[in-house]
């Protein structure tokens, strides 16, 4: 019964880890009827946003779309105007939310809602289930109900031209694509490249995993400084290849460093929108990728980047095959205590957020941003700002401690500035520990220094011993 009550505990976390929620701050004065009006348009114009999942009469689930009005869809709005510790209230209002799970078969699968904190200060909060959502579709929709908004007030059409597709156009796509032989291409590659006893990317920890995955998780963020950036996009400007196929060859020599594990598998994912008729869609299109890579120690880390590039970009050629399918074909049984072929995701995210210059203590300084869900044991999130690359984690409090996930980050920023300087230098001779480290181990390891009584010889304290001894057998 024990088991039984912490799988439907589970079960709950799992729901409350797929919710996508996100709140934008608007500033000025706005016409709140006219706000909810806008977001009432968005939803007609998405049917995905009308959609629910349930099982049809021959008990096999499908995707029903609702009407608006079966939908009865409502917007909140809460005016906190005249509310003490106005933001801790909505942080509350915000954190209750955040974690209310959804009902996949009676819907609504987003929630949406106006927050007033002054009168000219609003927060547009809302949260989508992330089978009809992903990272894209959020600011789709803001955009989308930003524009309805402005139509509304001033009269003017918003010239939203009508979509050509909607989500379950898609879908019938995609599934009729699973069956020619491209598909089973993608398939047979997939196949081939995760065969075998995939490793298990577990870094040092006291903790023991739970039987059952929790979602538990904590998030931290820092930068990697300019000097450092701009190096690694010279490093790559010379030796081709992306910005993420850098920081996945940095992430993998990490590992490595900590593991001295060879095979090594991490995570991504695809936008899956390489079709002019799917940028102004809202729903799931993302799709994971499972990149394994091998490390050879004697290699240079420009070999050995170049080597992974040319991996890379056969595995993206191959990025249309479903992952949920590629599970279910070399993971059918899966382990209740970890994700799906692989731990670690690793992702970057093209923004166009420009960062004003940071102090080098700000540089160095790594921030708790708190709770989070982690859906993964580690999560690493990396983010063009400017000139700067944010660098986040949210990792998996039930599986990492604080302490060595902020060592990690800091070995991964000294990792990529120690390994630019020099990249010729083979993967197995680039040192890790920084200079204040290695004197901090030394001086630990070293520090074997024992108060001894002075009136004492050592003859005197070894006889001493060797009687006390006696007496304890006696």
Known sequence: ????????????????????????????????????????????????????FKKNEVEKV????????????????????????????????????????????????????????????YIFYF???HIISDGWSMEVLTNDVMRYYESFVTGIDANMKPLRIQYKDYTIWQLEQLNNSGYQEHKNYWETKLSGKIPTLDLPSTKIRPRLKTYNGRSLSTYISVEDT???????DAEGGSLFFGLLSICNALFYKYLSEKDLTIGTIIAGRDHIDLEDQIGFYVNTLALRTQIIPEESFTAFYNRLKDELA???????????????????????????????????????AVKQKLSTDEEHEIIDRGACISKFDMNITFKEEGEYLAFDVEYNVDVYEHEMVLQLMKHFKQLLHVTLAKPTKSIESIELLSTVEKKELVHTLNNTEVT?????????LYTSDAADEEDSVD
Request: charged share 20%.
């Open 62 to 121: 499908c995707q029903w779309i609702l009407t608006p009005e079966q939908l009865n869809f409502s917007i909140d709005y809460q005016d906190y105007r005249n509310v003490e510790n106005s933001d801790k209230e909505v942080e509350s209002y915000v954190l209750g939310d955040a974690y209310k799970p959804f009902n996949l078969e009676t819907g609504p699968l987003f929630r949406a809602s106006l927050l007033q904190v002054s009168d000219d200060e």
């Open 127 to 129: 949260n989508m289930h």
């Open 230 to 236: 701009q190096n690694l996009r010279k490093f790559i």
């Open 452 to 460: 001894l009584p002075t009136e004492e010889t050592i003859c005197l």
């Open 314 to 352: 056969i595995a993206f050629n191959h990025q249309v095959y479903p992952f949920d399918h590629l599970v279910e074909n070399i993971n059918s049984k899966g382990d209740t205590a970890r994700s799906a072929i692989f731990d670690i995701m690793l992702v970057l995210q093209n923004i166009s």
């Open 1 to 52: 019964s024990t088991l039984s009550s912490s799988s439907a505990a589970s079960d709950v976390y799992k729901r409350q880890a797929y919710n996508m929620p996100m709140h934008i701050y608007l500033n000025g004065n706005y016409d709140i009827d006219s706000f909810k009006k806008a977001i009432h348009a968005a939803i007609e114009r998405h049917e995905i946003l009308r959609t629910i």
